[in-house]
């Protein structure tokens, strides 16, 4: 089981399209209050499943390939804050529409953080692999229509409540699906993820609440 306690509110005022901005006294009791309101509201639920490689049906498309090249294995992986979260950013844009803006960034920032806790803990279960950073669909040149692949093979809805609309889009909104590969030699640096990266202890990026683009 995952829990968050807290959210990296750096990452928050990122997805606000501020992330140097000084937060005020009102701003900074805002943040206070979202925070507390996505960490009780949310319900995070996650699934993956290892897979052998190659897989023609997964590996749609050249940046894919590309992106597991050297793996032997993936991993397919969902994860989400759960209808409660959509709900209640609903609720907010009708009566207080910064405050829904607020939550919406706050509630990003939960689900990637779920991701991140379902990479450190897969780090821990496989420590005889290397991991890749996560990889979705819709991401280059990786066909979106594979949501709804990803999720009949991890049963998620029936297992966690998570579905794809006819665009592909994920219900509830506030979830993520990927893949990252899985390899018993070293991944170049630039397809690492940070779980499994060996700077995750001394990256300047993750000190202050950032990350490398990766």
């Given at each position: 089981?995952?829990e968050?306690?807290?959210l990296?509110?750096n ?8 992330a ?5 006294e ?16 949310a319900?995070l ?5 290892i ?10 498309g ?15 992986i969902c ?14 844009q ?5 405050r829904a ?5 706050f509630s990003?920032?939960?689900v990637?953080?779920?991701c991140?806790?379902?990479?450190a ?7 005889e ?6 990889y979705?669909?819709g ?5 979106i ?5 990803f ?5 998620a809805?029936?297992?966690i ?10 219900i509830p909104?506030k979830?993520v699906?990927?893949?990252a ?7 170049e640096?630039k397809?690492?993820?940070?779980a499994?990266?060996?700077?995750r202890d ?13």
């Amino acid at each position: 089981m995952i829990e968050l306690t807290s959210l990296n509110r750096n990452e928050a005022k990122r997805y606000l399209g501020g992330a140097k901005i000084e937060l005020d006294e009102r701003m900074s009791e805002l943040f206070d209050s979202c925070e507390k309101q996505v960490l009780s509201t949310a319900k995070l639920k996650f699934l993956y499943k290892i897979i052998d490689l190659p897989n023609e049906k997964l590996t749609a498309g050249e940046d894919i390939k590309s992106h597991l090249n050297g793996c032997t294995k993936a991993v397919l992986i969902c994860a989400t804050l759960g209808a409660e979260v959509d709900r209640m950013i609903r609720v907010s844009q009708i009566s207080d529409m910064p405050r829904a803006v607020v939550l919406d960034s706050f509630s990003s920032v939960a689900v990637e953080q779920l991701c991140q806790s379902v990479d450190a803990l897969l780090a821990e279960k496989y420590p005889e692999y290397y991991f890749t950073f996560r990889y979705s669909p819709g991401y280059g040149d990786y066909p979106i229509e594979l949501q709804k692949e990803f999720l009949s093979l991890l049963d998620a809805p029936r297992k966690i409540g998570l579905s794809a609309n006819e665009n592909f889009l994920l219900i509830p909104s506030k979830s993520v699906t990927a893949i990252a590969g899985m390899s018993h030699n070293p991944i170049e640096r630039k397809k690492r993820g940070c779980a499994v990266c060996d700077m995750r202890d001394r990256c300047k990026y993750r000190r202050n609440g950032e990350h490398c683009g990766f």
